[in-house]
Every structure is written in structure tokens, then in C-alpha cells.
T-cell receptor
Framework: DTAVSQTPKYLVTQMGNDKSIKCEQN?????MYWYKQDSKKFLKIMFS???????INETVPNRFSPKSPDKAHLNLHINSLELGDSAVYFC???????????FGPGTRLTVL | AQSVTQPDIHITVSEGASLELRCNYS??????LFWYVQSPGQGLQLLLK??????LVQGIKGFEAEFKRSQSSFNLRKPSVHWSDAAEYFC????????????FGTGTRLTIIP
């Protein structure tokens, strides 16, 4: 039973395209996150949602739009992809918004 | 603002040798501290955490870490490393104030030589 799952695992696409990454957690947590890990392995939070409500929105281009249809899902849609968007995107969840995070396996996005 | 510094970008140790990975943090209140491990091509797995109480915490895979408030440090240790410990290690700091973000260090890559 996968606690936090993401699809797809790999995503290769051309500049200018629009793509989505899906995330689901079956832990019953009410807070979910998107983190971006760049080529130097630096992890930075992008968004967090609590019970479908946006809580944290770091300085992220508005080409990135998270959507939470319910508290078990947090999807990330990216418009007009750019080369600099190439990274590994991690979904995570935590109980009650606390600091203990459970991470998904990551989605490696490559923009050509 | 909270921050985490991992001064060692890359460490190489021999299998069976002891290991210490350094982590220093900056945080205005009592911190919650974490060590995560990321194996190649994998997501992050929690090794151990410190919230309060005993400043020496035990984690999975034989790792331990010691919280030293006076030094703002939370160094990770293992008495004898195994080849399977080769991975990227991340220290992180956060709080238990609801919905606050977790801030990660830049990671330390650990290489094990036979």
C-alpha cells in the first residue's frame, strides 16, 4: 500500500506545453504539499493545502496552479513549460499541518 | 527566517567506518528537527526527528542524532556505515505551529568506498 503516490514518475515534454502531475495520499492527512528539487538537490516548498484550502504559496510563477479536489489529492498543473522548470517535483502530506512530512516518490520533469 | 546549513556537500567514508554529518540551524523558537535520506532515484525517507525531551534521538537503520541547543546543531551519526547507506542526506527544521513550512538544508552526498 503506497502512502503517497505520484503519477507520472517521469515526464519529458517540449517547451511551451502544458502538463499535470497527480498526487494522492491514503494516510488520512489533511495537509498536502508540493516541493521542487532542483538540479543541485535543493528542496524548496512551492505550495501547501489544508483541507482543499491553499495555505502556503511561495514565490512561484503563476504558470503553476495547484488543485485539490479533495483532501486526499493535490495535483499540479504547469502551463507554458520552460527549460528552467526541469526538476524533480515531490508531493508530501502531513497530519494536521505538522512538520513531519511523508513524501511521494517524486516526478522527474524534463523540459526540452 | 528559519534556515539550515549543511556545510559538507560531499563526504566519502570507508565501509565499516564511523560517520558524522553536520547540520546547523537558525530558528527563532524551539525547533523541530529532522533528518531525511534520499537514495538515488527515490523519494525522501525520514531517518529520525527531534521534538523535545532527550537530546540524543535514535532513528532507523542504526542512525542517531544529537540536538545541541548551545551550538544550534543537530548532527547525524552512525558508528559503522554500510554500502547501502550511500545516499543524499537532508537536515530540516520546522515547528509545530500548524501549516508552517519545513525548511531543508542543501544536502550532503555520502559515498561509501569498500
Amino acid at each position: 500500500d503506497t502512502a503517497v503516490s505520484q503519477t507520472p514518475k517521469y515526464l519529458v515534454t517540449q517547451m511551451g506545453n502544458d502538463k499535470s502531475i497527480k498526487c494522492e495520499q491514503n494516510l488520512g492527512h489533511d495537509t498536502m504539499y508540493w516541493y521542487k528539487q532542483d538540479s543541485k538537490k535543493f528542496l524548496k516548498i512551492m505550495f501547501s493545502y489544508n483541507n482543499k484550502e491553499l495555505i502556503i504559496n511561495e514565490t512561484v510563477p503563476n504558470r503553476f496552479s495547484p488543485k485539490s479536489p479533495d483532501k486526499a489529492h493535490l495535483n499540479l498543473h504547469i502551463n507554458s513549460l520552460e527549460l528552467g522548470d526541469s526538476a524533480v517535483y515531490f508531493c508530501a502530506s502531513s497530519p494536521g499541518g505538522g512538520p513531519r512530512l511523508f513524501f511521494g516518490p517524486g516526478t522527474r520533469l524534463t523540459v526540452l | 527566517a528559519q534556515s539550515v546549513t549543511q556545510p559538507d556537500i560531499h563526504i566519502t567514508v570507508s565501509e565499516g567506518a564511523s560517520l558524522e554529518l553536520r547540520c546547523n540551524y537558525s530558528y527563532g523558537a524551539t525547533p523541530y528537527l529532522f533528518w531525511y535520506v534520499q537514495s538515488p532515484g527515490q523519494g525522501l525517507q525520514l531517518l529520525l526527528k527531534y521534538f523535545s525531551g532527550d537530546t540524543l534521538v535514535q532513528g532507523i537503520k542504526g542512525f542517531e542524532a544529537e540536538f545541541k541547543r548551545s551550538q544550534s546543531s543537530f548532527n547525524l551519526r552512525k558508528p559503522s556505515v554500510h554500502w547501502s547507506d550511500a545516499a543524499e542526506y537532508f537536515c530540516a527544521v520546522g515547528s509545530n505551529f500548524g501549516n508552517e513550512k519545513l525548511t531543508f538544508g542543501t544536502g550532503t552526498r555520502l559515498t561509501i568506498i569498500p
